[in-house]
Nanobody, 116 residues
Framework: QVRLVESGGGLVQAGGSLRLSCAAS????????MGWYRRAPGKQRELVATIARGRNINYADSVKGRFTISRDIAKGTVYLQMNTLKPEDTAVYYC??????????WGQGTQVTVSS
């Protein structure tokens, strides 16, 4: 069993930066990929970035060059550095992790609001 807790959301002006953190607890060494998803108002949840245990990284086209995902496997943490934020980045950001059985875990979400 794994629990994910996000932190670091908030309100920022367009062009600003935020860093999201997600800390996993429980059986963290069973985790394979970790990543971030977001859900904007009135839209479906979408992938933002993922990082596999082998460090393979995948970004949504909309955040490439602005967001950077990183991970500390030993600590069970994953981070999302978000730079040059845009109003369209406003969403609830969710931490996600998959274990080696394919089971998915989700955090409770953290609000990111970018004002124009």
């Amino acid at each position: 069993q794994v629990r994910l807790v996000e932190s670091g959301g908030g309100l920022v002006q367009a062009g600003g930066s935020l860093r999201l953190s997600c800390a996993a607890s429980g059986d963290i060494f069973s985790l394979n990929a970790m990543g971030w998803y977001r859900r904007a108002p009135g839209k479906q949840r979408e992938l933002v970035a993922t990082i596999a245990r082998g460090r393979n990284i995948n970004y949504a086209d909309s955040v490439k060059g602005r967001f950077t995902i990183s991970r500390d496997i030993a600590k069970g943490t994953v981070y999302l550095q978000m730079n040059t934020l845009k109003p369209e980045d406003t969403a609830v950001y969710y931490c996600n992790a998959d274990d080696y059985t394919g089971r998915a875990y989700w955090g409770q979400g953290t609000q990111v609001t970018v004002s124009s």
